[in-house]
């Protein structure tokens, strides 16, 4: 029965993208709108039979590249101002007040300047996604060190630990739930911006610049072939962190599993 439970939930979660897809279809069908805003399904499909759909391709393996390189750089930075505030109250009290200011700016928001200090070519989006990436994994640090229970803090004492044996054998493991949710979100935002980036500085090659080009070609085959490799590629970015991050904690659920 509950083999059956998990099934019919599992099934139910797909009703929505189905019937998305159905009335998409049926749209095309009964001409409820015309080629030049939707393509039907077939249409999609034999683009991926086209010259184009090389530069789907190419353009998707340098917006991953651009979305590894940004969050490695944004998620560092974050990572390691997140525990500066964290652990050094002082530090807090002198960049905290600017910090939660800062972080209300949107994000882009900063394109103007992003642009104006580093151009609009490779390094001026490697610092948008990365400027994506920085505040989830510092609030992300921030919250995970200062939730660690005071109990934990006082093993370090009673054991004598040295101030980097502390962070690195109780403070990171406790915080690692919340220092992995911060990164997972910087993925998701960095994925977010390196797409946005590209179509809207439009120069270089990227999924993004594959969207623009098929809008300004009226080729909806190709835009939503586009869309749907930024789709699925942000989909499985996350299904992958979720393993990944299931991997890492599990120590931590075979330690609750053992208490109870």
Not at 22 to 36: C, D, F, K, M, Q
Not at 49 to 66: D, M, S
Not at 227 to 240: D, E, F, P, R, T
């Amino acid at each position: 029965m509950n083999a059956l439970h998990r099934t019919l939930l599992s099934a139910r979660s797909w009703l929505v993208p189905v019937a998305l897809v159905l009335l998409w279809e049926a749209s095309i069908r009964l001409h409820w709108v015309g080629p030049n805003v939707l393509t039907s399904w077939a249409d999609v499909l034999g683009a991926l039979r086209t010259p184009e759909a090389a530069e789907v391709w190419q353009g998707w393996l340098w917006t991953v590249r651009r979305l590894v390189s940004g969050v490695v750089l944004g998620a560092s930075g974050g990572l390691a101002l997140g525990m500066l505030m964290a652990l050094s109250g002082r530090a807090e009290r002198l960049i905290g007040p600017s910090f939660h200011g800062v972080r209300q700016v949107a994000l882009f928001a900063w394109i103007p300047l992003i642009t104006a200090w580093f151009g609009n070519g490779e390094w001026g989006k490697t610092v948008f996604v990365a400027t994506a990436a920085f505040y989830p994994m510092a609030m992300g640090s921030i919250d995970g060190l200062r939730g660690v229970p005071r109990a934990w803090r006082e093993v370090g004492a009673v054991l004598k630990l040295g101030p980097g044996q502390r962070l690195v054998r109780i403070l990171l493991p406790a915080a690692a739930p919340s220092i992995l949710a911060g990164l997972q979100l910087s993925l998701i935002y960095g994925w977010l911006a390196a797409i946005g980036a590209e179509y809207m500085l439009g120069v270089g090659i990227g999924l993004g610049n594959v969207l623009e080009a098929g809008r300004e070609q009226f080729r909806m085959d190709l835009v939503l072939l586009g869309l749907c490799a930024i789709g699925l590629s942000g989909a499985a970015i996350n299904a992958v962190f979720d393993r990944l991050r299931c991997h890492v904690l599990r120590w931590r659920i075979a330690g609750a599993g053992r208490a109870v």
